[in-house]
Structure formats: C-alpha cells, structure tokens
C-alpha cells in the first residue's frame, strides 16, 4: 500500500505572538475562526527536514537531511 511521501522536520521551535499576523492567517482560513483561542503560529529554526516513505521505516538515518 502507497501511503505517500512525508517531509519530516525537527529543530527549534520559536512562538510567534503577533496579532497582525493570526489575524491574516484567520482571514484567509476562516474556518479556523472557531478555535482562534488554541491556535499557535509557529516557526521552526535551526533544524533538519527529510522526506520519508513507509519503505525508509527500519533506515531513516540513511536519509538525506536538508539543515535550515
């Protein structure tokens, strides 16, 4: 069974607290309105991200990584 390519990412994750910006992400999604209480705009720094299959299960350390 093909479920698909992943891109996995992990490294530093840095909150963003500005109003201006969850505002506009509310306008453009506004079905997220509801929940505007829970939602976190995020970014994630400092960090690697790779791309993965079932099929890498068992050797992901053999994965290329992209830093950023």
């Keep these: 069974m093909d479920i698909g390519k992943v891109l996995r990412a992990s ?3 840095a909150f963003l607290g500005d109003p201006e ?8 999604r506004p079905f997220l309105r509801p929940n505007a209480e ?11 991200a790779w791309f993965w299959t079932f099929v890498d299960s068992g050797h992901e350390s053999a994965i290329e990584r992209i830093k950023y």
């Design 11 to 13: 490294g530093t994750v």
């Design 21 to 28: 910006l969850k505002e506009r992400l509310l306008e453009k």
């Design 38 to 48: 829970n939602i976190a705009i995020f970014r994630v720094e400092k960090g690697e």
